[in-house]
């Protein structure tokens, strides 16, 4: 018995030295050392840039919110609010033009803002509202407001603090109705001084007066928050021809523009004008395509973006004006290469076929490749960056009340027998 219990214990010795071996024997490659995590990269630690404010509010934009904020339309006297609803709800528009055909009154101008403002409540941007206030000829003020008088009679008396007291008195009465944008002042020369379309409306015959004072004017606008819309770039003095019936062919070459025309453009630029409306003009000695600058790339581009270095808003005269609608061109043709020329804005103010036509071509042309997203977003920044300035808002800035008894403002009737004053000296 004895001897079995020794045989045993002999086994299991053996059988423990022979795994205790076999352990000891593994080779290197079967021991899978603990591999250490490895330290962050320079790259993980780099923050992304922040997105710039107009880029987050594009990134969260469709195609159609975006295209939208491309036009400014206006309507006839008799349009249906469900007309305007839908142009806010469906086509996301980013702003009007107002006629006197649109209201007879500031109280029905206020109501009808109030409407526009309100029914844009939810739309990523707030409305441009604007109408064409130079006062004298041009003017949209209703009967209870103040008009103030042509721009030929502030250049004649050629005080330029005057100018801005009027631009002020203008900028109050818009601020009071809810409007933040203005087509004006005229920076044309009235280099022809039978130009029946500017000759009242223009400050002067050469460029130094014309600057001074349309800066002046844009300057008292500003002091009332309203945005000032220069015209009509590149210069609407140097003829007989009326841009609404015809297109007007400027044969002037590019040193004698650079000396005068541009003149008052480039100094309202320099002064940080945020927006200018181009003229459905042609300069055939310096684009010889013909086109007139409200398609052409080396006016819009070359010229005022690459020369001027201006980085605010191209905004397209009307673009139902013969001038803008002359040849062959379809509608949308004619948006899209103004648009790919440099244009930022179309003014489409009176027809809804017309605007559908505008709207329509930008989706198209987004879809077939006429137009790049990209393209679209440059516009839109600039949009955004002036909305933004401006705190523009899809609320009434006051009251009814506060509104009223700003826009008939006693100061506004003092400026008019300031300058019929000053006219008599």
Not at 347 to 375: C, M, P, W, Y
Request: aromatic share 8%; hydrophobic share 40%.
């Amino acid at each position: 018995m004895m001897k079995k219990i020794i045989a045993i214990i002999v086994l299991l010795s053996t059988m423990v030295l022979l795994i205790s071996c076999q352990n000891l024997n593994k080779s290197d490659k079967d021991i899978q050392p603990e591999i250490p995590p490895s330290p962050p990269s320079e790259a993980d630690n780099e923050e992304q840039p922040e997105l710039a404010y107009e880029d987050k509010l594009i990134s969260n934009m469709t195609l159609d919110e975006k295209i939208g904020q491309l036009v400014i339309i206006g309507f006839p006297e008799d349009t249906k609010f469900q007309t305007l609803m839908s142009f806010i709800k469906d086509n996301k528009v980013g702003g009007f033009i107002l006629f006197k055909r649109n209201y007879d009154s500031f109280k029905e101008l206020y109501e009808l803002n109030s409407k526009l403002k309100d029914w844009n409540n939810g739309n990523p941007l707030p409305l441009f509202i604007s109408v064409d206030e130079e006062g004298g000829t041009v003017s949209r003020m209703p009967e209870d407001g103040t008009t103030i008088p042509d721009a030929k009679i502030f250049g004649r008396i050629n005080d330029t603090a005057l100018t801005e007291k009027s631009g002020k008195v203008v900028g109050k009465q818009l601020y009071a109705s809810g409007i933040n944008l203005n087509f004006a002042p005229v920076l044309d020369i009235l280099s022809i001084k039978d130009n029946e379309l500017l000759k009242v409306r223009a400050y002067g015959t050469d460029a130094d007066r014309v600057s001074s004072h349309g800066i002046s004017f844009i300057k008292g606008l500003a002091s009332e928050k309203i945005i000032a819309v220069a015209k009509h770039f590149p210069g609407h003095g140097n003829t007989k021809v009326d841009s609404h019936s015809k297109l007007p062919i400027i044969d002037i070459d590019r040193s004698l523009l650079e000396s005068r025309e541009l003149l008052p453009f480039k100094n309202a630029i320099e002064e940080g004008i945020d927006a200018i409306m181009i003229g459905h003009l042609a300069f055939p000695k310096i684009d010889e395509s013909g086109k007139p600058a409200t398609k052409s790339k080396v006016f819009l581009t070359d010229i005022l973006r690459n020369e001027l270095g201006f980085q605010g808003l191209a905004i397209t005269d009307e673009i139902e004006m013969y001038g803008f609608m002359e040849g062959d061109q379809s509608v949308a043709e004619s948006v899209i290469e103004s648009f790919n020329a440099g244009a930022d804005i179309f003014v489409i103010g009176h027809t809804k076929e017309v605007q559908d036509k505008v709207l329509k071509a930008f989706k198209e042309g987004a879809a077939n490749g006429l137009i790049s997203e990209e393209r679209i977003n440059e516009s839109l920044r600039r949009i955004i960056k002036v909305k933004k300035k401006y705190n523009i808002s899809d609320k009434m800035d006051l009251n009814y009340d506060d509104a009223y008894k700003l826009f008939t403002d006693g100061g506004n009737q003092q400026l008019l027998k300031e300058v019929k004053e000053r006219r008599k000296q």
